[in-house]
Structure formats: structure tokens, C-alpha cells
Nanobody
Framework: QVQLVESGGGLVQAGGSLRLSCAAS????????MGWYRQAPGKQRELVAV???????TYADSVKGRFTISRDNSKNTVYLQMNSLKPEDTAVYYC????????????WGQGTQVTVSS
């Protein structure tokens, strides 16, 4: 059974930083591309960043140069380092399988709330 547990969110002032973590289990983590997604109030969930099984990364234009996705296959964990945060980054952040192939798993974790004050 797939389990995804996000952590590391919080309240931060604009310009600040946060590091999110996602502990994954129930699948062979090291062969799966992983992504971070976010959903702001009243908006659809959007893809923020993706890291392939080989370590290649892609980012949404809105976070490029500010966010860094990484993974530790020995810990079945994916990270999102967020710098220079803006109020528009406020959202619940989720991790899941990346959008390629069959797309994200059907089950999602509880997410972690990121709130950026101006």
C-alpha cells in the first residue's frame, strides 16, 4: 500500500526559506520519478517540481531558480528546498509520483501547509 507522508511546512515571512520532506513507502521508490505538487485555496492542484529516477529535475516557471527538488533513495525520501518564498507560494504541498507514464498514485498524503506572509 502506497504511503506518502509530507512534513516541514509552516508559517514564514516573504523572502524566507523552508525545506519540505516526503517519506514514501509501499513501492520501489528508487525507480519512480517523484514530484511535488501544491494546491492553493480555490485553485486546482498544480505540479511544482519533478525529479526523475536518475536525478534529472524540472520545475514550474513560477518556482524556477527558487526551489530545488532532491531525493535520497537510501531513505525513500524526496525533498523540496524552497528559498525566496513569496505570498503566492502559500498552499498545501503534496508529494506523489511524477506526471509521466500512469501519473500520480491514486492515494495522496495529508500534505503540509506552507503559509508565506507579506
Amino acid at each position: 500500500q502506497v504511503q506518502l507522508v509530507e512534513s516541514g511546512g509552516g508559517l514564514v515571512q516573504a523572502g524566507g526559506s523552508l525545506r519540505l520532506s516526503c517519506a514514501a513507502s509501499g513501492f520501489i521508490f528508487r525507480i519512480v520519478g517523484m514530484g511535488w505538487y501544491r494546491q492553493a485555496p480555490g485553485k486546482q492542484r498544480e505540479l511544482v517540481a519533478v525529479i526523475g529516477s536518475g536525478g534529472s529535475t524540472t520545475y514550474a516557471d513560477s518556482v524556477k531558480g527558487r526551489f530545488t527538488i532532491s531525493r535520497d533513495n537510501s531513505k525513500n525520501t524526496v525533498y523540496l528546498q524552497m528559498n525566496s518564498l513569496k505570498p503566492e507560494d502559500t498552499a498545501v504541498y503534496y508529494c506523489n509520483k511524477g506526471p509521466s507514464g500512469s501519473g500520480p498514485f491514486g492515494s495522496w498524503g495529508q500534505g503540509t501547509q506552507v503559509t508565506v506572509s507579506s
